[in-house]
């Protein structure tokens, strides 16, 4: 079990929380074909620190969180946007 | 002839607890405490199996499930393994992989053919001449796999259970009492877990006479037993290494799971069998087997026994079954090296020793061993009779669950075993496992793995220094023994010789894991717990290098078999209840479940057609009523709603007016359909959204998601449960309505597509004009408590009308009729908009939303698309839904919703077809389960209805 400190609720098993698309909102612009298969699909998926949305169910509240991928080690967690 | 001792202060059986059952028709019996094995085997039934490819007779070998030899089965239970099973009272077990018998298995003969079964023999059969493929195959199904499941036997679950600790010890042996007993002084919650039915391990058959020793395990199970903090769980074996240091215990009673803060493994090793020809006769066993059988159940398998020793140790284990009372004649040694005094000690007990150049063979008579042929270093050939051959060549360690956490193994040249180098934080190794051997050695071993996991969980712990290993080694570098004419067996359960692994070699399958796929080594039920090491000693002696740079592969979870009814555990998904659960009941509804929900499908009496006939009949010409509570509903607040949903939506809101509601979709950012449902604009900032049953969450959780993101002022409220939801429909709905409201019901002031805040009955109500169904209706949104009241006032105003409630069942094929989709059923994971002809909801001018970059792209590359089919035959043809079209012969694509359609009076449905195989002349094929071809031509859609005239109680009489 891997435990972490959350804003606003506390104390949480990761256990807890699903995980969110790592992309960002649509772009208005992306150009040709080529980027926008990027933007849809390409994710880099070697072992590193990243950042990933993460969804708690119970307090229906949205996170970013920073996450060795390779370890599991959780850096930070805050809220998005409140 | 095998038999059971009169008396043995040691043993575990009770024997004033008898057993009766019986094996291959033939009664036996037994006591409290045996295994299937022990208490046949006390009973002179030697030959326990039939091994899986030419149908050897088998018996026991390790007496502990190292090997597969012994595996059974019930009418009722197949995989039984009987080398550590209890006998059940009246049961009839079955050896497994017989044709006919165990005696007389006619596969027996299929030795003859062993020059056809070359190693590889799958890939070649299969690789060509192809036309035999086929008769391959046949013969191949019926060969293989082990014992037959009773497909009627009833289904069966365990519970799983989970369990938390701060230390986990693997194994009950000397170095895990040991690690115990030193934990107990600590207030640390340990786990101590071990696959007996008796703590103790090796210290109750290997080291029996030791007075230290029992005075060791006398007391460490006395503290273990005093200790509040020490838990056992014994019949329990570790099955695998999991994230986070989570080890599964499989036990009679299912599976618990353990998450460890630190965990010592104490396994033990496997003791490895000698490689020579006939090493696999009934009579051959390994030296810990009859140590266990002698110890554990007090049974003898043999009147004359030989020791094939190679290695240190063995001298002391063979004086010891001796004193046991077992007739042991003489160690034939292989060793290299000899300790001083070993020769002496064994010829004062009686004990002939012969120094071994090779063994020869073992000779067989009627399924049994009768004599072993052996060349001595002085002295020549000599054949010696025997029905009984332990074989003591040394120790592969119990290492699968330390791999799987990520130790790292080397192979010691010294101990000529595998021992850990370097172990994971917080994971301690400890004991034979650990290359440690001797007694007093294990035990302090398991002391100090214990302090190191104190240490590592930062509790105080005096300083225990690890045992140096001994220099000497408890294994033969090479136990191997050619014969010119084969069936020496380096693995028992797939019948591997020492000839297919040259095979495999020769023909370029030189690293250990691919000779281990090629040849099949070490893939049986066993795992290759007694196969994998002489396997890689032979691949070693091929290639040419040392033991320790062929490495070993990669042992896997489970560590032994493990039932599927165990690995399922309880059913615990939850069901969800509409509010409106009793009414159905009431009404005789027929439930299944639906995603997350039971939803009642049908209701009230006849056959499954009749009642969905029925249901449709009313809401066609009556007024039917039905329970949609299951909708996502999603109410929206705050200035920035538009925003939000132009963002999630694919379609425009521009024209949406206050008091409509329009139908909407959304897309992934591939462009993939993943939810509808109707969006209704109540005023200025406040808006309220359906979504399908089954994605109502993930719909709530995106909004919050894109809320987020994007920085809106949107309040998103989940009213799903809290708001339950009643579809009124049919051509009479409005009357029904009128009755329960203080206000006109008509299309001027209450229009189609259209939403209202309204009175039914006392209940504040929104109500919406939908048209699913494709007939007039409202759909009734209300709070849960008070949806039961609104549910009954309808049923009692629509009595007149002859209002019936309708299911799921008559809802789907009333919107098949009106052409409607219902998603995740006709789209897919890969159905785009314009698959599905919903290009017209789709705004590409929009200036973003979600979606829209993959779309611009898919517009104009459309690989499928959906049609609407409709059968010649007036009648009610077999088709089912995933039924194929097949368009020149070939797949072109499937049916997504099929039924019989009363109002066509023909079979009508949904398919998804390649968009290059659009038959011209709009005539496909279906291919139906039972093979069958009917022919279906492409129509139009709606089926029903297609001007709208029934949404409006001014115009539905002229459409009928």
Sequence with gaps: ??????????????????????????????GNVQSTGNWVFDRESTPRKATEYWFHSSSQLWFIVERNTETDELFSAETLNG | MARRLPTNPHEWIDRKQSIEFSFEGTKFSGYAGDTISSALMASNQKLLGRSFKYHRPRGILSAANHDANVLLQTSEKVNIRGDVEAPLDGHEYYAVNTIGGLKYDAGRFLKFLSALLPVGFYYKAFYRPRFLFPIWEKLIRRMTGLGRVNTKNKMWRQDRKQHFCDVLIVGGGPSGLAAAETLSRSELQVLLADENIILGGTLGYQHPYSQSGSAFHKNALATIQNSKSIKCLTEHFAAGFYYKRTVPLVGPDGITEVHAKSIIFASGAYEQPIVFRNNDLPGVMLLSAAERLLHRYSVIGFDVGIVLGANSGSYDRAINLKLAGANIVAIVDLGIETLSGEKEAAEKHGIEVIYAKKIIEAVGKKNELSQLKILAKDGGARTMKCDGLLMAAGWAPASNLLVQAGATLNYSDELMQIIPTKMPAGLFAAGQLNGIHELNQKIQDGRSAAAEALKFLNKPSEEISRPERENRAYSHPYPIQTHNKGNEFVDFDEDIQITDLNVAWRE?????????????????????????????????????????????????????????????????????????????????????????????????????????????????HAVGI????????????????????EYAYTCSFEKLTKGMTRYIFMTDSSGVLVDDGVAAYLSEGHFYITATSSHAHAV??????????????????????????????????NKVLEKLIDQPLNSKTFPYLGVRDITVNGIRSRIMRVGFVGELGYEIHAPANSLKNLWEALCSAGKEFNIRPFGVEAQRLLRLEKGHLIFGQDTDGMTTPYEVNLSWGVKLSKERFLGRHSLKELKVSVARKMIAFQCQAHARLDIEECNLIIHKNDIAGRITSVSYSPHCKTTIGLAMLDANSLPADDKIIIKTTNGKMVPAQIATLPFYDPKNLRQDETTLDSYT
């Design chain 1, 1 to 30: 079990m891997n435990y972490f400190d959350f804003p606003v609720i506390g104390r949480r098993s990761i256990d807890e929380f699903t995980i969110g698309d790592d992309t960002l909102p649509e772009p208005s612009v992306l």
């Design chain 2, 508 to 620: 370029g399958f030189k690293s250990v894991e691919l000779m281990k796929r090629y040849t099949t080594i070490g893939m049986g039920p066993s795992q290759g717990k007694v196969s994998n090491m002489n396997g890689v000693r032979i691949l070693a002696e091929l290639n040419k290098k040392p033991v320790g740079v062929i490495g070993t592969t990669t042992p896997r979870p489970f560590t032994y078999p493990v039932a599927i009814g165990a690995l399922a555990g309880r059913r615990l998904r939850r069901y969800w209840r509409s509010p409106l659960h009793d009414c159905h009941i009431e009404a005789n509804g027929h439930f299944e479940e639906a995603g997350l929900w039971f939803r009642s499908m049908t209701y009230g009496a006849g056959d499954f057609n009749q009642r969905v006939e029925r249901e449709y009949a009313t809401v066609r």
């Design chain 2, 626 to 645: 039905i329970d949609v509570s299951t909708l996502g509903k999603i109410e929206l607040f705050g200035s920035d709603c538009v925003k939000l949903l």
């Design chain 2, 700 to 733: 709530v959780k995106q909004l919050r998601l894109f809320a987020a993101q994007l920085d809106l002022n949107v309040t998103i409220v989940d009213r799903t449960r809290q708001v339950g939801a009643i579809n009124l429909a049919g051509p009479l709905s």
